[in-house]
């Protein structure tokens, strides 16, 4: 039910809306490069009288998450959720005692884990993540985010995030951007929290995905998630899924990877103005200092290209006044 | 840019939106029990005094394509688009002259072309939907809207919509709800149009697809649309998909055929207030009459499960004063 608002009241909410929010645009990022860069992008393809100007229909913004949004260190936050699920499910896997790599990670041997491989985890990730309901996951996601503590800061999981990060979904979503997520990580472990966090609704999450099927159990339809990959997110799945799931090249794209490197090149390969943009963890004060040689978030190539073709490379600590919420600001920005 | 607009043109445009829309809502429906039964659904959900209120960020409501926002007679237009595309094509593939199922339709060989069967009708589809990018793909697409005409009508196929579907859509988006299409059709072939007939975004248009593949063309990034199903969006398909993309179990949904039954009993199976409706094409006068012998669009198993759980079904011939825009309305309302 529309109501027609009073008019003084409907005026104070614009003012509101409009003043102060300008100004705090982008408040914890220095004005350095990047910053510039994203405030000349933004004003060129939304301002009436630009010759680069996109209707706001096709303003899409597409985000990495671990380690563009959150951090991602000391490993994937969904692989520590899949690693407690491991021990809490233990009781009722006594095998698991004698049987790898359940066994690695409830002795919490990393060599072992190590050995284990790839397909090791596959097989972590398989028996926390599948062979039930798409509603019991999230359930457990959600109970898991309410216990558990980073294991560095001793914060929940979901307050590890970029506050500079968070206002530039916000400043985008001000300039009537629609902000997507588009991760590896698994779309129903995002669902649980991108909406409170990044705002960012549950359809606007793309990621990983399992295979799910339609099952009449006991009448209830019911979507079984299956130990069977649908979608692989990462790297040349960026632009495949984008392609796939919202259907229009993006306007900017951010990442911090070279998992991201696919994402970032069909994005600058449109026509007219488009910004890449790439997080480069410097900052082993605040946050952590890791690129080319990390086994978490490597960032080689992308980052190469990324000087080549000129794309906005962010030094988190020359260009972050804070990283986290929870972080007190510096005093003086540090340039 | 935004702007503070003076106040009195605002209060002006707000009485523009909200007066004469509501009186105007759902205009071709006659007043009998589904353009009831859908006012009181949508009032019910999205009056701020009703018990079973939803915020804005649930109301989702699902449509399917063929056969409920369109016709899907005397087949499915996409199978014309594919027949019609063997026949552009043909003077490249010389072979094809002698090679079936291609031949059958260049002699219009009903009986071969049955014959030939899904399988047949598959080879079809891959020749003409996939071995080229996305791009290149979707330019087809919009190349056979603008020449082909529809066998009955003489129409382009983009005006066989049905008129009081789109008066559901644009009413439903009046008060806050936010429109998907759930099709067994080929997303990229939907949204070459959805967006202009029916003001569906290609984001939210969910259809079958095929595998794409991220490739560097001399530098430059390409998406090869592959000869292999990524997902089949019909039956069980329907609601799985709706999951994994939308990741939200829909306020409403409308279908027309036993292909959306998974779709509507997930629907039904969510808490609090659910709209579930099915087009029963009755009209032979103004559209086609069919249900349950229907080789395209068959409405059996789901007609039943209806009538059971008390679905709306809407009585083309009883319920509608028009089908397409292009048709005269009756002079008076037939009931």
């Given amino acids: 039910m529309k109501r027609i608002p009073d008019c003084r009241w409907l005026l ?30 933004v004003a060129e393809v939304t301002q009436t009288d630009s010759p680069q100007f996109v209707p706001v229909a096709q303003r899409i913004a597409v985000f990495d998450n671990d380690g563009t949004l959150w951090s991602e260190q000391p490993a994937y936050f969904q692989v520590l959720f899949a690693f407690d699920e491991i021990r809490r499910m233990a009781p009722a896997h006594p095998q698991w005692k004698t049987t790898q790599p359940f066994q690695a990670v409830l002795e919490n041997d990393q060599q072992a884990l190590a050995a284990a491989g790839t397909d090791g985890l596959m097989k972590i990730i398989a ?13 457990r996601v959600r109970a898991w985010f309410d216990r558990a503590r980073h294991p560095k800061s001793g914060k929940p999981y979901n307050e590890m995030i970029y506050q500079p990060m968070l206002e530039l979904m916000d400043y985008l979503r001000e300039q009537e951007f629609k ?26 999450v793309i990621g990983s995905a399992f295979v799910t099927e339609y099952r009449l ?29 919202i259907g229009r090249r993006p306007l900017l794209a951010f990442g911090n990877s070279d998992g991201d490197l696919q994402m970032l090149q069909w994005t600058a390969a449109g026509q007219g103005p488009r910004f890449m943009g790439l997080v480069h963890h410097t900052d082993a004060r605040r ?29 988190m600590a020359r260009d972050w006044t804070q990283v986290f919420a929870f972080d007190n600001p510096p005093k003086e920005p540090t340039r």
């Fill in 287 to 315: 946050e952590w200092a890791y690129d080319r040689q990390s086994h978490v978030g490597r960032l080689d190539k992308a980052l190469d290209e990324a000087r080549q073709r000129g794309w906005t490379v962010v030094d």
């Fill in 12 to 41: 104070l909410a614009l003012l509101l809306l409009n003043g102060p929010t300008q100004a705090q645009a982008l408040a914890s990022w220095n004005d350095s490069a990047p910053r510039q860069a994203l405030q000349r992008f």
């Fill in 179 to 204: 902000v997507y997520i588009v991760s590896g990580g698994d779309s129903a472990f995002m669902r649980t929290f991108t909406e409170q966090v990044y705002g960012v609704p549950p359809e606007q």
């Fill in 127 to 139: 028996a926390t993540h599948t062979g039930m309901s798409s509603e019991d996951f999230a359930q």
């Fill in 217 to 245: 159990v006991d009448g209830q339809p019911t979507l079984l998630r299956l130990a069977r990959l649908a979608r692989n997110d990462d790297g040349p799945g960026k632009p495949e899924s984008i392609d796939a799931i």
